[in-house]
Nanobody
Framework: QVQLVESGGGLVQAGGSLTLSCAAS????????MGWFRQAPGQERLFVAT???????AYADSVRGRFTVSRDNAKNTMYLRMSSLKPEDTAVYYC????????????????WGQGTQVTVSA
């Protein structure tokens, strides 16, 4: 069992930056592939970024070059550094963990955090 808690969301102007954190409980954090997803009002929850258990990284096209995902296994924490933010990045951001599967498929993730709101003003 893994519990995930996101933090770091808030209100920022377009062009600004935010860093989200996802703190995980449990002793096996390093064994999980971790992902960030986001959900805007009335829309599906969409893949944003992943860092796998062995350090592979992938991004959605919409954020590549602006967002940076990382993890610190010693601290049981994953991060999402978001730069050059746009109003269309406004959403609730969720972190998730899974043992294996397609990293972009939200149905493959076993554990989810409660989400943190990111609002980007124009």
């Amino acid at each position: 069992q893994v519990q995930l808690v996101e933090s770091g969301g808030g209100l920022v102007q377009a062009g600004g930056s935010l860093t989200l954190s996802c703190a995980a409980s449990g002793r096996t954090f390093s064994s999980y592939t971790m992902g960030w997803f986001r959900q805007a009002p009335g829309q599906e929850r969409l893949f944003v970024a992943t860092v796998t258990w062995n350090g592979n990284i992938a991004y959605a096209d919409s954020v590549r070059g602006r967002f940076t995902v990382s993890r610190d296994n010693a601290k049981n924490t994953m991060y999402l550094r978001m730069s050059s933010l746009k109003p269309e990045d406004t959403a609730v951001y969720y972190c998730a963990a899974m043992y294996s599967g397609s990293y972009y498929d939200r149905r493959r993730y076993d554990y989810w955090g409660q989400g943190t709101q990111v609002t980007v003003s124009a």
